[in-house]
Nanobody, 115 residues
């Protein structure tokens, strides 16, 4: 069994920064791609960024240049540093962890950006 827990969300003013964390525990052998997604009210869930087990990264156009995803394999944790936040970044941010052909999700963490 795998548990995924996100943290680091909160309320921040526009222009500010947040660092989100995604920690996986349990049967975490051979963790593959880890991705951060977000879903705003009334909108579809969308990919924000992802990172492979080798550290290859992928970013959505709307965060490229102002976000950095990184990975600590020893801690089974992935971080998403987000800078220059805007009100459009307000959403629930969730983490997906791929292990052995399965994808596990956390409960998400709320990010609210005020103007």
């Amino acid at each position: 069994q795998v548990h995924v827990v996100e943290s680091g969300g909160g309320l921040v003013q526009a222009g500010g920064s947040l660092r989100l964390s995604c920690a996986a525990s349990g049967s975490t052998v051979r963790i593959g791609v880890i991705g951060w997604y977000r879903q705003a009210p009334g909108k579809r869930r969308e990919l924000v960024a992802s990172i492979s087990s080798l550290g290859n990264t992928n970013y959505a156009a709307f965060v490229k240049g102002r976000s950095t995803i990184s990975r600590d394999n020893a801690k089974n944790t992935v971080y998403l540093q987000m800078d220059s936040l805007t009100t459009e970044d307000t959403a629930v941010y969730s983490c997906s962890v791929a292990i052995g052909g399965y994808v596990y999700w956390g409960q998400g963490t709320q990010v609210t950006v005020s103007s």
